[in-house]
């Protein structure tokens, strides 16, 4: 787990602007996921304050059977690589997003995006909750923070957030907020959750390290 995390003046009001000025921004790695077609590239582009480098190539005939397009009626193109985006957060921490390609095929690069991240966002369609079974069990597996982004897509049905959690599965300690991709306002308030999530894992493996080795003192 990356311990700049820790860093005070992420969650800290107190501090004075003048001092945050004067202090480097932390860089901090994030990883966006979900299946195929889940608005991974569009959430990368609302909030990246540079141009987003994007990965995108058109489908063609070589996918039919493979991609199920039927619930994203429209998309002719995919990503087959990554997406990347950075966005200054907090005035003290410089996120660099990461969006991962959504077909199994492209799985293979998921390792190596991960490292280094701190946390990652799984977008979900509420329509496709199957699609994102296999995001939420590989950072599962691999004790990464992340949460759970609703993206609200329109003319989807919505639902309420406990009834989703049953239906993925996860715990109640997993945070699940809703998303519009398209909306920067609402992509940053994903990113800050996702930020005070992963400081939240970190605090508390700490307490529970330090409890482990005050025990160990003891006996």
Not at 13 to 37: D, E, L, Q
Not at 173 to 179: A, E, G, K, L
């Amino acid at each position: 787990m990356d311990s700049r995390l820790s860093d005070p003046r992420l969650s800290d009001p107190r501090m004075s602007s003048t001092r945050r000025a004067t202090t480097a921004p932390s860089p901090v790695k994030i990883i966006i996921a979900g299946g195929f077609g889940v608005g991974k590239t569009t959430f990368v582009g609302s909030i990246s304050e540079i141009t987003p480098l994007t990965t995108e190539a058109a489908m063609t005939a070589a996918s039919i059977g493979i991609d199920d397009t039927s619930a994203i009626g429209g998309k002719t193109t995919t990503t087959v690589a990554m997406d990347f985006g950075r966005i200054t957060l907090l005035d003290s921490v410089i996120l660099y997003l990461f969006g991962t390609p959504g077909q199994d095929r492209f799985w293979f690069m998921w390792d190596e995006l991960v490292l280094g991240a701190i946390g990652a966002v799984v977008l979900v369609d509420t329509r496709r909750l199957a699609d994102s079974f296999p995001a939420i069990d590989y950072f599962e597996e691999r004790d990464i923070p992340f949460l759970i982004a609703l993206n609200q897509f329109d003319g989807a049905r919505r639902y309420e957030v406990e009834d989703v959690r049953k239906a993925l599965d996860v715990e109640e300690s997993r945070p699940i907020v809703f998303c519009d991709a398209r909306r920067r306002e609402s992509v940053r308030q994903v990113l800050i959750a996702l930020v005070r999530h992963a400081l939240e894992v970190v605090v508390a493996e700490n307490r529970e390290r330090d409890l482990a080795v005050s025990r160990g003192r003891m006996d």
